[in-house]
């Protein structure tokens, strides 16, 4: 498994991804910039991928303690815009 660096979606501005790094494994292939789901202590979280092929040795923390990322976040598409109305056709009246 791979180690990566991960910031958390901000909660008040969801196209921001801000704070301190976490890391985390992850069971699947990411690479920085993709939205990944992160197990937290109350659920999961949204959080971006910040950095890849992280050191153990620069983890102050023991490697059992990490979470384990398991799934992308899927980009939903934006909603296509309905066609726009053509203006009605109009014809000049003579007066």
């Known amino acids: 498994m791979e180690i ?4 958390f979606q901000n909660k008040k501005n969801p196209d921001e991804f801000n ?3 976490y890391i985390c494994f ?12 992160v197990p937290t202590k109350a659920d999961k979280g949204v959080a971006k991928v910040v950095k890849t092929n992280v050191d153990p040795e620069s983890i102050g923390c023991a490697l059992e303690l990490l979470k384990i990322i398991e799934a992308l ?3 939903k598409p934006e909603a296509e815009l309905p066609e726009a109305d053509q203006p009605p ?3 000049k009246v003579e007066s």
């Open 4 to 7: 990566v660096s991960v910031h």
């Open 19 to 21: 704070g301190r790094e």
């Open 26 to 37: 992850t069971a699947i292939p990411v690479k920085v910039g993709d939205k990944v789901c």
């Open 73 to 75: 976040v899927e980009e």
């Open 89 to 91: 056709n109009f014809r």
